[in-house]
């Protein structure tokens, strides 16, 4: 389970202290990545050197609204810094205006600055209706993108297991689908995976695991 979750630490008030207790726990517990804000990922680079827990930056977070340059430069700057994989939050705007092609170019630009790293593509299901969470999921295969993923966990909403099954669906076996946003316990866990989950963001992990019946 834990190599299945991405132990996640993305306050805006979360300190040099919260980020080192973050890795440590990462280590402690072998979780699959940290993932943090862009301004730690350099420190949780040098704290997890060697390990095999990587560095998960989220990008454009958490309102997706970012100029497409600056999130490709946004990206190849957690690239230098020890980034491992991204989560890149789309134009949600950009989406609900009817303009899907520059959200599908967005991702792609994304996708080819950092040259074969992991990006996961949050949703904020939320905010989407079917059609548009099944779009942004074909878009997201055809971008090349590696995962999918529900929400932020600062939107309207979280994961659901409905939005999950949907979007496993849609990518099937050619992207992972990362739940995020709400999962505190084992059971929460267990609806995501066995709705088609292949990653866990929360900041709940360690009582996940805690969690498990003995």
Known sequence: MARLIDHTQLRAYATEVDIRELCEEALTYNF???T????????????????????????????????AQMKVEEARDAARNGATELDMVINIGALKSGYPSFVEREIAAVVKAVNGMPVKV????????????????????????????????????????????????VVGDA????????????????????????????????????DIPA
């Open 122 to 169: 949050i949703l904020e299901t939320s905010y989407l209706t079917r059609d548009e969470k099944i779009s942004v999921c074909e878009m997201s295969k055809r971008a090349g993108a590696s995962y999918v993923k529900t929400a932020t966990g600062f939107g309207q909403g979280g994961a659901s297991v409905d939005d999950v099954r949907l979007m496993k669906d």
């Open 36 to 67: 943090v804000n862009p301004a730690w990922t350099s420190y949780c680079a040098k704290k997890l050197a060697g390990s095999p827990v990587g560095i998960n930056t989220c990008i454009a977070f958490p309102l997706g609204a970012s100029t």
């Open 32 to 34: 699959a990545t940290v």
């Open 175 to 210: 992207l992972g689908v990362k739940a995020a946003g709400g999962i505190r316990t084992f059971g929460d866990a267990m609806a995501m995976l066995k709705a088609g989950a292949s990653r866990l963001g929360t900041s709940a992990g360690i009582e996940i695991l805690e």
